[in-house]
Nanobody
């Protein structure tokens, strides 16, 4: 059974930082691309960042480029998202997702999400 479990969310002041983690199990983690997707209150799902199976290629939404960094540790079956210079607009539930492929293209499994709140 595929499981994706996010952690690391919380309340942070504007300008602060957080590191999200996603522990994966039930599949060969290193064979698949992974992504982070977020949903702000009252808004739809928005893709944030993705990383290919080996970690050699990453991509970002324009809204987070230069502030967020995605990475993965295939030995630990874990995906990360380092978020710097956080803004109130980054407030959302953040979901870890698995791609059906080695490249970032769609999502076939989702975690339960972790809440990130940016507020003073």
């Amino acid at each position: 059974e595929v499981q994706l479990v996010e952690s690391g969310g919380g309340l942070v002041q504007p300008g602060g930082s957080l590191r999200l983690s996603c522990a994966a199990s039930g599949f060969t983690f290193g064979n698949y691309a992974m992504s982070w997707v977020r949903q702000a209150p009252g808004k739809g799902l928005v893709w944030v960042s993705g990383i290919e199976d080996t970690g050699s290629s990453t991509s970002y939404a324009d809204s987070v480029k230069g502030r967020f960094t995605i990475s993965r540790d295939n030995a630990k079956n874990t995906l990360y998202l380092i978020m710097n210079s956080l803004e109130p607009e980054d407030t959302a539930v953040y979901y870890c997702t698995k791609s059906p492929y080695w490249q970032v293209h769609g999502h076939d499994y989702w975690g339960q999400g972790t809440q990130v709140t940016v507020s003073s």
